[in-house]
């Protein structure tokens, strides 16, 4: 599912023609050249980034300017590279970051604590 | 050391002052977190008072080309995360290298207040200008069908370009007050605060009713009887009188569950229903991005009219600490427009400190030129931000009195 605008009444059209791939969780995508990675994972129709890290619960893009970190993902073994800000190279790793063990909580929680 | 003035941020402020230093003949080094020089203005789309249109792609690349060709060296993609200043020399610390100089500007610019509702964290939902910059600058759709959450000048100039763009709008409207979200809630405040933009309003029903509404009562008579399902502007409803309770979906945005509320921003019991959507913005407005001034151990003051907590600073844009300069949307919300005027005070500033004042004529001209250009502003953010300047100046003169002491 593409959701690329194409055609803009002044923006005109978008130059597609420089294409490349890379990884996301291991499954390739396709996005132009130097866009940024959480443009082009919503492109490919993407919108959970990570879960968080305590609540486990869905994560995606909120500001886009890098300003509130939301969307920080692993970039070829990097942690913590915030997606809206990363342009895209060909071949890049990207991968998302899950839950953490909590294991104190878990405890307190398992032993009325 | 070679002496470089450093800018840190590349959008209107920082490059138009990096242009100007650089035509006196000086070296400049811009350094900017984003992959695209132009800062906010990039997403910019609108269509002026003369049939113009202000397309902020165009302008910020007319601003990067000419620093380009004056040869101002421009850093993107390189946070900056600590400066320090030490015997009159600024430290910048990048993630790659640490810069040092005696003339640095801070030309940040502005971030978004977050609105924090129930469900607020799902994918989906993302601040106003995000899907602003999705759209026009890396022209992605961010959904098929968003609700639009905060009613202001900024929100209102988006849903635009987002329909521009092919993208459904099903409404522009309230968030539940709560402690947080306040004013944003409550009709009579978001009304009395649009009045000031309705002449870009296209429906006669809100400029005919923003005369009226100079007057409280007729405010307080408008908000009453202001139709529950909203007017249309640009064919999207507004709804002054709906709020958002709470984003729904499993795992990512389905739908917002919407209420009506009295003139005060209660809930209505009973009234509940809800919105389709794929997306949610959330449009809290813009505040001054200040934290490297915060660092930096600049005085703050709030001051509402310029959007919250700004760095002391003078109309020549220089900061209380030596050698530290400020410009654009750190110094108070405003536009593009305002800010690259800013930007030429602020190069001027800088020049004439390098060159021993030999260009205080043309600082004082570009201050006026700010001023002119602040009364003629097509967008304003806030109705009153020539009192904020106003009170700033104040504080100033009661630091510097203080201090000399």
């Not at chain 1, 050249?33 to 893009?61: D, F, K, M, Y």
């Not at chain 2, 809290?284 to 600073?313: D, K, M």
Request: glycine letters at 10%; hydrophobic letters at 40%; proline letters at 4%.
């Amino acid at each position: 599912m593409s959701q690329r605008i194409i055609n803009h009444p002044v923006l005109g059209k978008l130059d597609e023609s420089q294409t490349i791939t890379f990884t996301f969780n291991d499954v390739e995508y396709s996005a132009l050249q130097n866009e940024s990675i959480a443009a082009a994972l919503l492109a490919n129709g993407i919108r959970t980034l990570r879960h968080h890290e305590e609540s486990g619960s869905p994560r995606g893009i909120y500001c886009n300017i890098g300003h509130c970190f939301e969307c920080r993902v692993t970039v070829d073994g990097v942690q913590g590279e915030r997606a809206c800000l990363t342009p895209l190279t060909q071949g890049m790793k990207v991968v998302s970051g899950g839950k953490l063990q909590t294991d104190v909580r878990d405890w307190r929680a398992n032993h009325g604590k | 050391m070679e002496n470089k003035t450093i800018i840190i941020g590349a959008g209107p402020a920082g490059l138009t002052a990096a242009i100007t230093i650089a035509s006196r003949g000086h070296s400049v080094v811009v350094i900017d977190e984003y992959m695209k020089p132009g800062g906010r203005l990039l997403g910019q789309l609108y269509e002026e008072p003369n049939g113009n249109w202000w397309n902020g792609i165009v302008e910020s690349d007319k601003l990067h080309q000419q620093a380009k060709k004056l040869g101002v060296d421009i850093k993107l993609h390189t946070p900056v995360s600590n400066i320090e200043v030490q015997d009159g020399i600024w430290s910048v610390h990048t993630d790659v290298e640490i810069h040092e100089t005696t003339h640095l500007l801070l030309a940040t610019g502005a971030a978004e207040n977050p609105l924090p509702i129930k469900g607020w964290t799902l994918p989906g939902v993302m601040s106003v200008g995000a899907a602003q910059v999705m759209t026009n600058v890396h022209r992605v759709k961010p959904g098929e069908r968003g609700v639009i959450i905060g009613v202001n000048v900024l929100s209102s100039a988006i849903a635009m370009e987002l329909k521009m763009a092919d993208i459904d709008i099903a409404c522009i409207t309230l968030p539940v007050s709560n402690t947080v979200n306040e004013k944003f809630g409550q009709p009579l405040e978001v009304m009395n605060s649009l009045l000031h933009v309705s002449h870009m309003a296209p429906s006669a029903f809100i400029k005919m009713g923003s005369k009226l509404m100079k007057n409280d009562f007729f405010k307080q008579l408008g908000i009453t009887f202001f139709p529950k399902n909203g007017v249309k502007m640009w064919d999207i409803p507004i709804m002054l009188r709906k709020a958002v309770t709470e984003i729904i979906g499993d795992g990512q945005v389905e739908g917002v569950k919407i209420s009506t509320i009295n003139p005060a921003g209660e809930v209505i019991p009973g009234t509940e229903e809800i919105i389709g959507a794929d997306f949610v913005c959330i449009a809290g407005g813009l505040y001054p991005l200040a934290e490297l001034a915060a660092v930096a151990g600049c005085p703050f003051y709030h001051i509402e009219e310029l959007g919250g907590y700004v760095p002391l600073h003078n109309e020549r844009m220089e900061s209380t600490l030596p050698g530290l300069y400020v410009a654009g949307n750190i110094t108070g919300i405003e536009g593009a427009k305002v800010a690259m005027c800013q930007g030429q005070t602020a190069g001027l500033s800088i020049a004439n400190n390098l060159e021993n004042g030999i260009l205080e004529k043309e600082l004082v001209s570009s201050i006026q030129h700010t001023e002119h250009t602040r009364e003629n502003a097509y967008i304003q953010f806030h109705p009153e931000i020539a009192h904020g300047k106003d009170k700033l100046k104040l504080y100033w003169d009661e630091y510097n009195a203080a201090v000399t002491k």
